[in-house]
């Protein structure tokens, strides 16, 4: 086992206080990460004879994963057992619901008390594009004690079902999304009593609340925070108000604050970054974090960078070809699932993971991720076939890809996408090539997958546009600008443009 740093004075202030309600502010690699962990073996090892869980709560499955290894690592594989646990914030409302169902506190359409709750209405009966020109959506409400639906008007673009009959019968066979279930937990929340409901659930249960990345918790998230601590749950919070990315899913950094200060946190504030390993990098987070101009200086070859780092993945596929995106990007249709299913391929011949998003590829698909991964002999002789990088090459890969789905257990044959989409794919399947021909590749990654982890140097693509804003100085009410911060501070040694 790896020796373990000593926590600085500050880091063990905060880990171990006696606080009830403990608000941790901290910079990058100061030790966020390192300290929630701290903190959750320090509460759950306490001499106190409640046997109550603890709760380390994060946003993303990543972030979670994290904070289970670091937590695990520092207090053994038995720091997680039953009934304590490491788990996104969707996890627990969830749970919430179905507590609230079982008891038959509220009831769901045809009486289902354990749901099927999807990440997204994509590829579901009734789902498709909707835009804000497009009408309505239909989404969960709450009349009396009972779910239904209702339609709202489409305020931001997604995949949603706006018609009421696929959206019932859903509903009615026990299945959603989690965006039903955050809408359904926020009514509860809303209303009193069935509030002292869910707060008597928590005073039950747990003990206490960790929760990592605060600034990335949406209303209702930070609800719950503030339900907990009411409850008198121990409850802490984590994060650095420059490091929240999570806007689209309705996070609202903005509210901390005022939150820490209705529900009375106290403050514990970690300076000391353990990340950067120069004086160059030191001095760069900290330009960055006052807002002075910032310039990059120009990678002498994407190869020098042990990560590249975009916005968008766009951005990283129109850059070098020594660049390996772990993805490229939403998955708007099957075609786009099954060139998803090569790059997976790819991704796991040179770093030995998966790419992002394979597995939703292959669940958009109708396959068993395990037997796409068992079965990947197939796809690597598709890439193989795509060597030649011509666009001949990558209209054959595309038809053979299509009858292999078969072989692998597709249940539905793909056909040609209509209008320009044949095309994107064609050029998707040549940019692949001329990554299989590179001798070397580096792995290419948004901000938003990037973020909590860390890499001696990192390579930035940059548009015009967030060059200018670094020129400007970065502000942190601007979401854009945080995005650049996050991707600056994940070097520990130096970070070029690329
Ligand atoms: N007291 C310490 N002594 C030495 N190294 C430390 C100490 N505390 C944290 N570290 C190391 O510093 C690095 C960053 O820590 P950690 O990931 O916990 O920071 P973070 O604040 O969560 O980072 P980020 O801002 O990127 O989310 C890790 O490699 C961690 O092991």
Not at 97 to 106: A, D, H, P, Q
């Amino acid at each position: 086992m790896p020796t373990r740093s000593p926590l600085t004075s500050e880091q063990r202030t905060a880990a171990t206080s006696p606080a009830a309600r403990a608000f941790i502010v901290a910079a990058p690699g100061s030790g966020k990460t390192t300290v929630a962990a701290e903190r959750f073996g320090v509460l759950r090892y306490d001499s106190s004879a409640d046997l109550r869980r603890i709760l380390a709560l994060s946003f993303t499955r990543s972030a979670r994963g994290e904070l289970a290894t670091r937590i695990r690592r520092r207090w053994g594989g038995n720091a997680l057992s039953w009934p304590h646990r490491a788990v996104t914030l969707d996890t627990l409302h969830c749970e919430i619901l179905t507590f609230l169902l079982r008891r038959g506190i509220i009831s769901w359409p045809g009486e289902h008390t354990e749901l099927t709750v999807l990440d997204t209405w994509r590829g579901q009966t009734g789902a498709r594009w909707l835009s804000p020109d497009m009408g309505f959506r239909r989404i969960a409400v709450l009349r009396g004690t009972v779910v239904g639906s209702a339609g709202r008007k489409v305020t931001r673009s997604g995949y949603e079902i706006g018609r009421k009959e696929p959206f019932h019968q859903h509903l009615a066979s026990g299945r959603c999304t989690h965006t039903e279930v955050r809408q359904v937990v926020a009514a509860v929340l809303r209303r009193p009593e069935l509030r002292a409901e869910v707060a008597r659930y928590l005073s039950a249960t747990t003990k206490a609340f960790i929760v990592d990345e605060v600034f990335d918790a949406n209303e209702l998230d930070l609800d719950l925070v503030r339900l907990a601590a009411s409850a008198g749950l121990n409850t802490t919070v984590i994060g650095d108000p420059w490091q929240a990315l999570y806007d689209f899913r309705g996070a609202r950094p903005d509210l901390v604050p005022e939150l820490v200060d209705h529900v009375g946190f106290e403050e514990f504030p970690v300076t000391a970054s353990f990340r950067f390993e120069t004086p160059e990098m030191a001095g760069l987070a900290a330009s960055a974090r006052t807002g002075q101009p910032i310039t990059l200086d120009i990678a002498p070859g994407a190869g020098a960078c042990d990560v590249v780092l975009a916005h968008q993945w766009n951005e990283l596929w129109s850059g070098p070809d020594c660049v390996l995106p772990l993805s490229f990007g939403r998955l708007d249709n099957q075609t786009d699932a099954a060139v998803a299913l090569l790059l997976d391929r790819l991704v796991q011949a040179h770093f030995g993971r998966g790419a992002i998003y394979a597995e939703e590829a292959a669940v958009l698909l109708g396959l068993d991720p395990a037997k796409v991964r068992d079965n990947g002999a197939l796809l690597g002789a598709v890439l193989e076939g795509l060597r030649p990088g011509t666009a001949q090459a990558a209209a054959a890969a595309i038809d053979t890809l299509r009858s292999i789905l078969k072989l692998l257990g597709s249940p539905r044959r793909l056909s040609r996408i209509p209008g320009e989409g044949e095309a994107v794919q064609h050029s998707r399947l040549q940019a692949l090539a001329r990554r299989m021909n590179q001798p070397h590749l580096v792995a290419g990654l948004t901000v938003h997958q990037a973020k909590g982890r860390e890499w001696p140097v990192v390579g930035i693509r940059l548009t015009h546009g967030e060059a200018a804003k670094l020129s400007a100085g970065l502000r942190q009410d601007h979401f854009e600008d945080r995005v650049l911060y996050v991707a600056l501070t994940r070097a520990a040694r130096k970070v070029f443009r690329c």
